[in-house]
């Protein structure tokens, strides 16, 4: 596998690679790339070029995962990464998922299986929408508060006021598997589903399960091993903090 | 396929070796001359099909068996006539080719038969019934109370049931029980 470098052209790397794409969205930069490299596409939208190679790295080979280089990135980069995946999944991928799930109604010949699996993502949803309210209502604005405090060497008031007892500890305990209600819905469609009149569309719905699952399991691997040990240090940091406001 | 013979006489052991070299399915055989090193190589390792004089020590055969996991077809050899009353896994020396034949051809297929169940990816009818409480919504506490069973019991046919299935989540296995007819998509709210 050829490895990442700043003098690539952005557009081969993408070429080679499709998938690269979506973190090209996440980091908010435009395609259009003529003839550019990767490090002057990076700088012309503001992204530093390690945290772009060691993201796009670490998405292709899912052996690599320099947690120590991650860590060594601002918390609000890995932030704002995270929330713009959010944002693609929420508005984007899983309403497809579902549009393509009720469409199956004409496709399988058995009704109650596609009202059946509909419930099911239904149910999922939810569950994947409350997931993600408590990162974005909660750890990420904590993250950023206790991050804003070392900056400024004094406590933020709203760490005081909404984040006193508040500690990341608590969000480690409870941050599930999101992704695996998703392998279990693709395993069923292939195993025990009776077969669809047509398999175009059916197969596509496998395929963008499949894709959203591996997509899931990178988003949670940053979260688990980048943002929480961050995380961790910066409470360690706020520690001290802490005593001297006492 | 292997198979054990335990057989004292030297000529009925190449005898019989002789009618299972006819099987393409058969590409282990072992001869024991005494009950003692059949008993051995039992507890080392078990054969599909086992050939065994009347005469040897049983009881201390199926111990060693029973240790085993893979339990063998058991074809008894008589040095007499058969008895009236006997079956298609009992041997006479006094039986022609062909019913011999027939005989071990049918042993075959059995122990052919209980290989395919011991892999098969189907639930045993305990893990559907655990299947169908977990679908229900039940807690494993719940359903080892229900089922007088150990939770420790509730939680490895759940093991089982998620490897067999390749399900994990709970809404998953309950998909599975409502297409399978396990439970009645009115049964869950
Ligand atoms: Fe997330
Ligand atoms: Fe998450």
């Given at each position: 596998m050829m490895v990442i470098h700043g003098d690539i052209k952005m557009a081969d790397l993408i070429m080679g690679d499709i998938n690269i794409l979506a973190i090209i969205q996440r980091l908010n930069i435009p395609l259009g790339?003529?003839?550019?490299?990767v490090s002057e596409v990076c700088i012309e939208h503001n992204v530093d070029i390690q945290f772009f190679i060691q993201l796009t790295q670490s998405y292709r080979d899912?052996?690599?995962?320099?947690k120590d280089h991650f860590l060594t990135f601002p918390v609000e980069w890995i932030i704002d990464y995270l929330r713009n995946s959010h944002k693609c999944y929420v508005e984007h991928r899983i309403p497809t998922i579902e549009k393509q799930i009720i469409e199956l109604e004409n496709n399988i010949q058995n009704q109650n299986s596609s009202e059946l699996l509909l419930r099911f993502f239904r149910e999922y949803i939810q569950e994947f929408n409350t997931h993600i309210e408590i990162e974005e209502k909660i750890v990420f604005p904590y993250t950023i508060e206790i991050n804003k405090s070392i900056k400024d060497n004094q406590l933020t008031t709203t760490l005081k006021k909404r984040?006193?007892?508040?500690?990341?500890e608590d969000y480690v305990e409870a941050h599930?598997?999101?992704e695996e209600k998703l392998y279990d819905l693709k395993n069923i469609l292939i195993?025990?589903?009776?077969?669809?009149?047509?398999n175009c569309k059916y197969n596509t719905l496998i395929f963008d399960l499949f894709r959203l699952e591996n997509d899931l399991k990178d988003h949670s691997d940053i979260e688990d091993k980048v943002l929480i040990p961050k995380v961790h240090l910066l409470e360690k940091k706020l520690k001290k903090l802490k005593m001297e406001d006492k | 396929m292997k198979i054990f013979i335990g057989e004292s006489s030297y000529i009925i052991r190449k005898g019989i070796i002789q009618l299972l070299?006819?099987?393409?399915?058969?590409?282990i055989i072992k001869e024991f001359s005494t009950s003692d090193e059949l008993e051995k190589a039992l507890l080392e390792s078990s054969p599909n099909i086992l050939i065994i004089n009347t005469?040897?020590?049983?009881e201390d055969i199926e111990t060693a068996i029973s240790e085993s996991e893979h339990q063998p077809v058991i074809l008894h050899l008589f040095n007499t006539q058969l008895p009236h009353?006997?079956?298609?896994t009992h041997l006479s020396v006094f039986e022609n080719k062909a019913t011999l034949t027939e005989k071990i051809e049918n042993a075959i297929y059995i122990s052919n038969e209980n290989e395919n169940i011991n892999d098969s990816e189907e639930l045993s009818p305990r893990e559907k019934l655990v299947l169908k409480h977990v679908a229900l919504g039940q807690t494993n506490k719940e359903i080892a109370e229900k089922l007088f069973i150990s939770t420790h019991t509730v939680i490895s046919h759940r093991k089982n049931i998620t490897r067999k299935l390749n399900i994990k989540t709970v809404s998953g296995l309950t998909v599975y029980a409502i297409l399978n007819k396990i439970i009645g998509i009115d049964d869950i709210n």
């Amino acid at each position: 596998m050829m490895v990442i470098h700043g003098d690539i052209k952005m557009a081969d790397l993408i070429m080679g690679d499709i998938n690269i794409l979506a973190i090209i969205q996440r980091l908010n930069i435009p395609l259009g790339f003529k003839e550019k490299t990767v490090s002057e596409v990076c700088i012309e939208h503001n992204v530093d070029i390690q945290f772009f190679i060691q993201l796009t790295q670490s998405y292709r080979d899912k052996d690599y995962f320099p947690k120590d280089h991650f860590l060594t990135f601002p918390v609000e980069w890995i932030i704002d990464y995270l929330r713009n995946s959010h944002k693609c999944y929420v508005e984007h991928r899983i309403p497809t998922i579902e549009k393509q799930i009720i469409e199956l109604e004409n496709n399988i010949q058995n009704q109650n299986s596609s009202e059946l699996l509909l419930r099911f993502f239904r149910e999922y949803i939810q569950e994947f929408n409350t997931h993600i309210e408590i990162e974005e209502k909660i750890v990420f604005p904590y993250t950023i508060e206790i991050n804003k405090s070392i900056k400024d060497n004094q406590l933020t008031t709203t760490l005081k006021k909404r984040y006193s007892n508040y500690h990341i500890e608590d969000y480690v305990e409870a941050h599930n598997n999101i992704e695996e209600k998703l392998y279990d819905l693709k395993n069923i469609l292939i195993k025990y589903i009776p077969p669809p009149t047509t398999n175009c569309k059916y197969n596509t719905l496998i395929f963008d399960l499949f894709r959203l699952e591996n997509d899931l399991k990178d988003h949670s691997d940053i979260e688990d091993k980048v943002l929480i040990p961050k995380v961790h240090l910066l409470e360690k940091k706020l520690k001290k903090l802490k005593m001297e406001d006492k | 396929m292997k198979i054990f013979i335990g057989e004292s006489s030297y000529i009925i052991r190449k005898g019989i070796i002789q009618l299972l070299s006819q099987f393409k399915e058969v590409d282990i055989i072992k001869e024991f001359s005494t009950s003692d090193e059949l008993e051995k190589a039992l507890l080392e390792s078990s054969p599909n099909i086992l050939i065994i004089n009347t005469a040897f020590n049983h009881e201390d055969i199926e111990t060693a068996i029973s240790e085993s996991e893979h339990q063998p077809v058991i074809l008894h050899l008589f040095n007499t006539q058969l008895p009236h009353d006997s079956t298609k896994t009992h041997l006479s020396v006094f039986e022609n080719k062909a019913t011999l034949t027939e005989k071990i051809e049918n042993a075959i297929y059995i122990s052919n038969e209980n290989e395919n169940i011991n892999d098969s990816e189907e639930l045993s009818p305990r893990e559907k019934l655990v299947l169908k409480h977990v679908a229900l919504g039940q807690t494993n506490k719940e359903i080892a109370e229900k089922l007088f069973i150990s939770t420790h019991t509730v939680i490895s046919h759940r093991k089982n049931i998620t490897r067999k299935l390749n399900i994990k989540t709970v809404s998953g296995l309950t998909v599975y029980a409502i297409l399978n007819k396990i439970i009645g998509i009115d049964d869950i709210n």
